[in-house]
Nanobody, 124 residues
Framework: QVQLVESGGGLVQAGGSLRLSCAASGLTVSTYSMGWFRQAPGKEREFQAGITRNAGRSYYADSAKGRFTISRDNAKNTVYLQMDSLKPEDTAVYYC?????????????????WGQGTQVTVSS
């Protein structure tokens, strides 16, 4: 049974940082393309960052470029999202997802497995 468990969310002031973790079981993160999405109230779930299987090349949404960094620890079977220079508009539930496709897709529908999400709240 596949499980993706996110952690690391919380309340932070604008300009602060958080590191989200996505611990996987039932699959090996290095053999999947992994993505981080977020969903704010009343909005669509949107892609933020992804990392390819094997080589681990990273991709970012424009909103995340220069501020967020996705990484992977194969030994811990965990994917991370380091978020710096946080803004109030980054407030959302953040989800980790795994895809069988070779490249991380922007569309949520290309992902096979999802975590339950972790809340990130950025105060002004």
């Amino acid at each position: 049974q596949v499980q993706l468990v996110e952690s690391g969310g919380g309340l932070v002031q604008a300009g602060g940082s958080l590191r989200l973790s996505c611990a996987a079981s039932g699959l090996t993160v290095s053999t999947y393309s992994m993505g981080w999405f977020r969903q704010a109230p009343g909005k669509e779930r949107e892609f933020q960052a992804g990392i390819t299987r094997n080589a681990g090349r990273s991709y970012y949404a424009d909103s995340a470029k220069g501020r967020f960094t996705i990484s992977r620890d194969n030994a811990k079977n965990t994917v991370y999202l380091q978020m710096d220079s946080l803004k109030p508009e980054d407030t959302a539930v953040y989800y980790c997802a795994a895809s069988l496709r070779p490249l991380p897709a922007v569309s949520r529908y290309e992902y096979n497995y999802w975590g339950q999400g972790t809340q990130v709240t950025v105060s002004s």
